[in-house]
């Protein structure tokens, strides 16, 4: 008979058991998903399939759905983890901010994001925007970074999305400043700091249009 069954309360893991199972996790999530790229750039995405990754990995194919719903989100799990952190980042800014710098220091996650192995990113780029069934993914994802920022900034002003056009406006012009800064850095090959394209981009509309 085990400890439940008599009525025991289970052993709770130490922090440190717990910090470990992270680490673990994250690192075979990691080693999947530089398997599956890989293969995605050698032999193009929709030749190669769920089995070829986990052989390529040595593990089941059950466990490379405990880390990824479908090969789709290998790929487009990292930009989805960026546009929660730009909806988090822009909710964590200070009410009084002007709209626009709040946008763009909530971009600010994108350039931690983009600043570690830059070939591998700008790999994951040009998969999504040569394989139409991503790139079709990855505009949904979009839209819903783009509902997510305009209801925290009609939030932050007070007012319905659904009658004001303000923060849907500035949630889609925010959007397109990032496409822009994104494709000037692909093109670059990585090679020109986020920030500053960032900055950039910004800078443009502020100086043709009234953002406050």
Known sequence: MNGMARGM???RPSTETLGLRERTRRAVRAEIADAALRLFVERGFDE???DDVVAAVGVSRRSFFRYFRSKED???GFLDDVGVAICAGLAARPVEEPPW???RRALDEVIVAYAGDANWILALHRLIYETPSLRA???DKQDRWHRLLTAELAARAGVDPDKDLGP???ASTAMAALDV???AWAEA???VPMAELLDAAFAAVSNGTATG
């Open 9 to 11: 309360s289970p052993e």
């Open 189 to 191: 090959q990585g090679r």
């Open 168 to 170: 849907r406006v500035l």
């Open 101 to 103: 710098v709040a946008l």
């Open 48 to 50: 190669t399939t769920v």
């Open 181 to 183: 800064a994104i494709s």
């Open 137 to 139: 993914r990855h505009l």
């Open 74 to 76: 290998v790929v487009l």
